[in-house]
Structures are given as C-alpha cells and as structure tokens.
C-alpha cells in the first residue's frame, strides 16, 4: 500500500464548475496534510495546509480532512483554466524531521 | 534575491562524470532537502539538513553526496550516475523549530540527463 495515494489523471473539468481532488494516506498518526501546486516544468508552491478535521476554506480552495478516514480532499471553486497543473498531496508523519511524504499527483485539465 | 535558488536549471552528464547541483535559500530558513521527482514517481525525499546536520538519509545510493556548509547553502555530488538517475532534482527549505515545521519552499529544480 503506498503512503500516500492520489489518482494521477488526468482529471478534466470544464471552466467555472467545482474541481475535486481527492487524497488518501496510510499513516493513522499523521499530523499535518498539504496541497502543493505544480505547474509543467515548474517548482511545485504550497496552496493549502490543514491540520485539524473539518474543511479550511481559502479563496476559491477548501480543503477538508477527515482522519478517521485517513483521506484528505482539494476543491476548487469556479476553475479557471490557469489552475491547470499537477496537485500534489503531501503527508507529515508523527516522527522525524519534516519527513513529508507525497503521493504522485493528480493532473487537473480546466477547459475553457 | 529572495527564495530558494537552484543551478544549474539543466545538466546533461555522462556515466563517469562528476557534477554538482547547488542550492542557495535566502528565507532565513534551518533546514534543506534535496528531493527527486521522476515521472510518474511521487517525490522522493533524499536527504535532510537541519541546522547544518544532516538529520535524514533515505537509502540513496553513494554515487549521490550531500554536503551543507552552513545553513543558506545546499549541494549534490554526483559521481558515476546511472541513467535511471536521469530526473527533476529539487531543493527546498524550511523552519524547524522544535515541533513547528514550516511549510517546504522549493527551489525551480536541476533537470538532471544521464547519458
């Protein structure tokens, strides 16, 4: 079972619906949970942390985690073709310095 | 300059050269690391600097050789690399405090080829 698991994609949603993004880990004793944008041949660049069960909302992104479930969610609101990229989830584990693990990234595709 | 620098952006080496990527964080951050993202691969952690001290090693081969003279500068010897080494090399830096870590900041990443 991998740490960390995303559906790679390519996950294809047309201008202004809700894109949903979806996450699941294996480590129960995971603290905190990341999104990670990354754009073609780009760096990837943090959009959301959340640490506590429940959605955070940030702009057009909420983030929702539930660990009794072990999954970890990205919506976006009204896409636009300029969130086109690979979203990367990224796990915390309890021990070690900031061992963040990643799953592999789901490719997200607005059409306009 | 602010943020996390990487050179060079591209390298293309062959099986017995020796290189080396650098990495410079202008964040006043404590800690570095080098991952590796190949295709369709999630990324994977290599090693992990904190405070100048190399705090993890994840199995990586010992053709790939960290050395982190103080806490703003990060390298990567390579030596004798394979081509399934070929990959997006990235650093990255961050905050450890005791048990706040910030987030990660990447650099833009070395596109590594070997030949």
């Known amino acids: 079972q991998k740490e960390v698991e995303q559906n790679s994609g390519p996950l294809s949603v047309p201008e202004g619906a809700i894109a949903s993004l979806n996450c699941t880990y294996s480590d129960r004793g995971s603290q905190s949970f990341f999104w990670y944008r990354q754009y073609s041949g780009k760096s990837p660049e943090l959009i959301m942390s959340?640490?506590?069960?429940g959605d955070k909302e940030d702009g057009r992104f909420t983030a929702q985690l539930n660990k009794a479930s072990q999954y970890v969610s990205l919506l976006i609101r009204d896409s636009q073709p300029s969130d086109s990229a690979t979203y990367l989830c990224?796990?915390?584990?309890?021990?070690?310095?900031?061992?963040?693990?990643f799953g592999q990234g789901t490719r997200l595709t607005i059409n306009p | 300059e602010t943020g996390v620098t990487q050179t060079p952006r591209h390298l293309v080496m062959g099986m017995t050269n020796k290189k080396s990527l650098k990495c410079e964080q202008h964040l006043g951050h404590n800690a570095m690391y080098w991952y590796k993202q190949s295709a369709k691969k999630p990324l994977e952690l290599m090693f992990v600097?904190?405070?100048?001290?190399?705090?993890e090693n994840n199995s990586v081969p010992s053709r790939f050789s960290p050395e982190c003279p103080n806490s703003s500068h990060l390298f990567l010897h390579l030596h004798t690399l394979q081509p399934e080494d070929s990959a997006l090399y990235l650093c990255?830096?961050?905050?450890?405090?005791?048990?706040?870590?910030?987030?990660?900041?990447f650099g833009n990443g070395t596109r590594l080829t070997v030949t």
């Open positions: 959340i640490y506590s069960n």
């Open positions: 990224a796990v915390k584990r309890v021990q070690g310095a900031q061992k963040l693990v």
């Open positions: 600097y904190s405070l100048e001290e190399r705090v």
């Open positions: 990255a830096s961050s905050v450890n405090r005791g048990s706040y870590n910030s987030p990660l900041h």
